[in-house]
């Protein structure tokens, strides 16, 4: 006889197990909704450009004309005739010097020059009829030629009283006053004048960076500027930009034993005497021109903890991938890199936050890329 409650309980729970695997089987989710959808990264797409590669250097000016004003004759100083800190002339009278001795020199040499030239002039006629000798004659015609020297010289001291300025400029202040002795050949300069407009500024570069340009030039890397290798621009000490361009006039032939560097000069139009005599300055200077430069926004390049530079870029499959560049200088809000990075390179500089390498992303077109700033360094 059958054990009925048995198969009732067998179906039963038949019956559940059922039930259950249905309701797991509503309850899962669809394949591709377990699949997370791929990060949106913001990209650039890098572009070669040519690229007029600028050296910063640091310099001071110089006076274009320096002159230092002695006096030629000694005496007292009567007069100071300018106005220290002021613009002179050249020719310009600067002191008197107390002339009345000179002066009295020079009407005793022109007495002496009237007696000497009548003497010779009388004897003249008289070596003619041979009433003196030759000798006679030579010795007084010696004597009026000297004469002649001397009242030249009694002239020069007078005019030397009046002591002028050499160049034009702009004058410091003096270091003498009326009453002061002075002498012909004194060290002590009385006044010092400096030539402003134009200016010179020397700029002081490493003899390795020097090298190394010379070095790129030579196997192509970099271009010569042209023209523009002549020109120069300046930032001042409170980092405003100087407004006149300058030119490149010569650099040092040989290389400073204490420093390594070689000087450059260039000069400056400086017509608002916005420049002085010792004033610290930075030139820029066009070394070369990089006709396929690549420029990277900084938003996408980082630093290892080692001070490596990396960026992430959007490769093949839309998958990301890390490169180490080199990142020579800034180029305003770019980075100039010489290696790592290629035309074409779809730059990540927006989400990087959110992603890793191998990972697949969205690119769109980036939004936190500025404007494209000048090439100051």
């Known amino acids: 006889m059958p054990f009925k409650p048995a198969s009732a309980a067998l179906g039963t729970l038949f019956a559940v197990a059922v039930l259950i695997a249905g309701c797991q089987d509503e ?59 002021s613009d002179v002339k050249a020719g310009q009278q600067l002191y008197q010097i107390d002339d009345a001795l000179y002066q009295a020199t020079y009407k ?7 007696s000497a030239k009548s003497l010779a002039d009388r004897y003249a006629l008289l070596v003619k009829e041979q009433a003196v000798s030759q000798q006679a004659h030579d010795e007084a015609r010696a004597a009026s030629l000297q004469a002649e020297a001397e009242l030249e010289r009694a002239r020069i001291n007078v005019r030397y009283t009046k002591v002028m300025a050499p160049i034009s400029g702009r004058i410091g202040r003096s270091a003498v006053t ?52 002549a020109k120069a621009t300046l930032t001042l000490e409170d980092g405003s930009a ?9 650099s040092e032939v040989s290389v400073d034993s204490g420093t390594g560097s070689v000087v450059l000069r260039a000069v400056f139009p400086n017509p608002d005497k916005v420049l002085m005599p010792g004033m610290f300055v930075h030139a820029q200077l066009v070394a070369g021109v990089k006709s396929e430069a690549i420029l ?42 010489t290696e790592g990075l290629e035309p074409g390179d779809r730059l990540i500089t927006e989400g990087l936050q959110f992603i890793r390498p191998g ?19």
């Open 359 to 377: 990972v697949q992303v969205k690119p769109v077109p980036a939004t936190n890329v500025a404007p494209v700033q000048s090439q100051a360094q």
């Open 108 to 114: 005793s040499t022109q007495a002496s020059l009237a």
């Open 178 to 229: 009326e009453g002061a002795l002075v002498s012909a050949g004194q060290t002590q300069a009385l006044a010092v004048i400096q030539q402003l407009d134009p200016i010179y500024v020397d700029v002081t570069q490493p003899a390795r960076d020097l090298l190394s340009l010379r070095r790129d030039l030579a196997e192509g890397r970099l271009e010569k500027a042209g023209d523009n290798a």
């Open 296 to 337: 990277a926004p900084q938003q996408g390049v980082t630093r290892t903890p080692t001070g490596e530079a990396t960026a992430m870029v959007v490769g093949a499959d839309d998958k990301v991938e890390v490169r180490k560049i080199a990142a020579a200088r800034t180029v305003g809000n770019r980075w100039l890199v």
């Open 27 to 85: 309850a899962a989710p669809p394949a591709d909704a377990q699949q997370p959808e791929a990060p949106q990264v913001g990209i650039v797409t890098l572009q070669a450009e040519p690229y007029a590669l600028t050296t910063v250097l640091p310099g001071r000016a110089q006076p274009y004309r320096i002159a230092e004003v002695r006096p030629q004759v000694d005496g007292i100083i009567q007069k100071r005739l300018f106005t220290e800190g």
């Open 242 to 250: 100087y407004p006149h361009e300058g030119k490149l006039e010569f």
